[in-house]
């Protein structure tokens, strides 16, 4: 069993940064497939980035602006997110492969965390 506790949410500008962590439990952590998801209200879960080893991969909408990173030691993984935007407000959900996935289909992914609310201001 995988568990993901995120943290790091919270409001800012349009404009600002935010980083968001997920910390992850299970002894082969650095070969997990890791995810970012996001669900604004009444849309469907959508992809962000995701991470294998040190391979990203990034949604169009995000990409320039947010940075996916792991650290395996510390078994997490990190979501930097500069250049907010109001349509970034979200909450941000961190999810899991044993198997290694890094794909953009959320039900692949094994394990989720509770999710962080990210709202971005105009």
């Known amino acids: 069993q995988v568990q993901l506790v995120e943290s790091g949410g919270g409001l800012v500008q349009a404009g600002g940064s935010l980083r968001l962590s997920c910390a992850a439990s299970?002894?082969?952590?650095?070969?997990?497939?890791m995810g970012w998801f996001r669900q604004a209200p009444g849309k469907e879960r959508e992809f962000v980035a995701a991470?294998?080893?040190?391979?990203?991969y990034y949604a169009d909408s995000v990409k320039g602006r947010f940075t996916i990173s792991r650290d395996n030691a510390k078994n997490t993984v990190y979501l930097q997110m500069n250049s907010l935007k109001p349509e970034d407000t979200a909450v941000y959900y961190c999810?899991?492969?044993?198997?290694?996935?890094?794909?953009?289909?959320?039900?692949?992914?094994?394990?989720w965390g509770q999710g962080t609310q990210v709202t971005v201001s105009s």
């Open positions: 999810a899991a492969d044993p198997g290694g996935y890094t794909g953009t289909y959320y039900y692949r992914y094994n394990y």
């Open positions: 991470i294998r080893w040190s391979v990203t």
């Open positions: 299970g002894r082969t952590f650095s070969n997990y497939g």
